[in-house]
């Protein structure tokens, strides 16, 4: 048994002497921010990693999912996911946008495109969905309610770095994809974020908006905000970059060793097989059922009380935070299946730190009930 407190995450860092010559650069050039150097090689880097045509840095996901939605034009009523981190729903508020919650699928926990059609009113604009634990969304399937009704698609794909289909990037469905590069993410920059857009006019919007809305020295065409990913993210993120497919396939094997220990445990569901789909194991969501011997909320106090911090994501459901719960959408009888999820739901540890004696420890627990 480890004697020290396990997290569901730990934020991978590459040696730290790698990162010195990267500071020294900064540090001799004085170009601390504002589409530097180390901002411009990153979009790039980033682009030909994740195969997708154009991008634009953020100094965090949230900030960037308000851009998105301001460089769209979004108003009056945007579909969503209840089942998501709040940051979701809270994009919308700022902007004045009513979120109006959808449930999700069973299966996958994402958005279920089944139930969007009868949440369409003459004010929706846009969907916005999100993969959640960066498994895809059905995006055939939203993209043709968004083509029928004439709405604009925005993912949520803070969970979603480097996942690629048959087809490619699961970025670039939809009209934009947010990305989150926060410390807990798979792919970290301390705090950023970025929005993968389709076209070179579309990104030159987003980097006005995401410099106040400057255009040259003395021009201002929006009102926009201050979104820029400093040189330091930048770099970090460079110096992350050349690390993350050895992170990934720990992950992987991460996954792998739970899946074969778990699966045959009665009451415990592993989600999201990842079959065809190129994942990046984010996260390790389990589901308690009632076979198990005990539940949720007693395994959850049960590992802490052997210092294991998995975590209720997502529970509570956004829809149920005082700034939401008055929405008829967000209503309970409207939202059976996550309201379900979110009382069964427990992410385990799943980082390349994790040492195979200690994840042995939480299979051991959950093993015995
Ligand atoms: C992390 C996360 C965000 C917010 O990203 P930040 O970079 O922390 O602002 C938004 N949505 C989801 C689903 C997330 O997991």
Redesign the pocket.
């Known amino acids: 048994m480890s004697d020290k407190n396990l997290y569901v995450t730990q934020p991978f860092l590459p040696p730290l002497p790698e990162f010195l010559p990267y500071l020294e650069e900064i540090w001799s050039s004085k170009v601390l921010t504002n589409g530097g150097p180390f901002h411009v090689r990153l979009e790039k880097a980033l682009c030909e990693y994740l195969g997708v045509e154009h991008l634009a840095l953020?100094t965090?996901?949230?900030?960037?999912?308000l851009t998105a939605l301001q460089a769209l034009r979004i108003t009056g009523e945007v579909i969503t996911t209840p089942y998501?981190?709040?940051?979701?729903s809270h994009?919308l508020l700022w902007n004045g946008i009513k979120p109006v919650f959808v449930d999700i699928h069973p299966g996958t926990l994402n958005l279920d495109p089944a139930k969007i059609e009868a949440a369409i009113t003459p004010q929706t604009t846009a969907i916005m969905p999100?993969h959640?634990y960066g498994h895809p969304c059905d995006v055939d399937a939203i993209q043709k309610i968004a083509d029928n009704y004439n709405l604009k698609v925005i993912y949520?794909a803070?969970?979603a770095f480097g996942v690629t289909t048959k087809t490619g990037s699961v970025l670039n469905y939809g009209d934009l994809s947010?990305?989150?590069?926060?410390a807990?993410?798979v792919f970290n920059t301390f705090?950023?974020?970025a929005i993968v857009c389709p076209d070179a006019k579309t990104k030159q919007r987003i980097d006005h908006l995401k410099n106040f809305g400057f255009v040259d020295e003395v021009t201002v065409v929006a009102p926009g905000i201050n979104g820029k990913m400093s040189e330091f993210n930048s770099a970090l993120g460079l110096l992350q970059l050349g690390h993350i497919e050895k992170a990934l396939l720990r992950r992987q094997e991460i996954d792998a060793f739970y899946r074969k220990h778990l699966s045959s445990v009665k009451g415990i569901h592993c989600l999201n097989d990842s079959g065809e789909i190129i994942a990046n194991f984010s996260y390790f969501p389990i589901l308690i059922g009632e076979e198990y011997p005990m539940d949720r909320d007693s395994l959850y106090e049960k590992l802490k009380a052997n210092g294991i911090y998995a975590r209720r994501y997502f529970y509570p459901l956004i829809s149920s935070f005082p700034m939401y719960r008055s929405l008829p959408s967000a209503h309970s009888s409207n939202l059976p299946v996550a309201t379900d999820a979110a009382l069964r739901v427990l992410c385990l540890p799943i980082y390349p730190d994790l040492k195979p004696d200690e994840q042995l420890s939480i299979i051991d627990l959950i093993q015995r009930g």
């Not at 965090?60 to 999912?65: E, M, P, S």
């Not at 998501?84 to 979701?88: D, G």
């Open positions: 953020f965090n996901g949230t900030i960037a999912l998501s981190f709040v940051a979701t994009s999100v959640c949520d803070a969970h947010v990305l989150s590069f926060h807990t993410k705090e950023g974020g």
